[in-house]
């Protein structure tokens, strides 16, 4: 049950920032016993490729900050989140083994296909409501929601690796807020339709 709320929470924090969850699982399998990389993973904490996240994640959160370029980032990271999601999640699965899950060892795609999905889910929530941000707030909304969804995927991250159970919480509070900002979206679009 650990294990995925874990990869639930890192896949979580994907689909708001791709490459946080991949710097943070990969730093702590070098620096603690926190996160056990399986077979096939070992590059995830090799420092070269650690170095490249980071300059990607340097990237990301520059283009992400500046309104309407914040879009055409989203658009790109379509396949990039979705993708990072299921790496960091098949990546932190492999806690399934401790909890003697034979199916999920049997089943690595199973790891791989919820990390895309959630990744993916809140990947399209992110890219759906930033427009409406930008526009309600004449962009200056951008830097401020892009800077709350750094540090949400960064608490993400280090929830799932450290209290897994607090996961839960963070998913219901993120549900929450989902369900209010899409409110929010159709409401404004029924405004705009009279």
Known sequence: MLAALTG??????AGLNA???????????????????PDGYGW???WGVLAVLAVLLLAETVLDKVPAVDSVNDAIQTVVRPASGGVV?????AAAEFENSSW???????????GIVVALAVHAMKAVTRPVV?????????????????????????LAVFAPVLVVVALL????????LIRKVRRRRARRSR
């Open 44 to 46: 995830l904490s090799d």
């Open 8 to 13: 639930l929470g890192l896949s979580t924090a």
């Open 104 to 114: 999920m060892a049997a089943h690595p795609w199973a790891g791989w296909l919820l």
């Open 173 to 180: 509070l993120l549900a929450v807020l989902a369900y209010f």
């Open 19 to 37: 490459y946080i969850p991949l710097l943070v699982v990969g730093v702590l399998a070098n620096l603690t016993d926190a996160v056990r990389l």
């Open 134 to 158: 930008n526009v309600g707030t004449a962009g200056v909304g951008a830097p401020v929601v892009s800077t709350a969804e750094d540090a949400g995927a960064l608490g993400m991250s280090l």
């Open 89 to 93: 999640f098949s990546a932190t699965s």
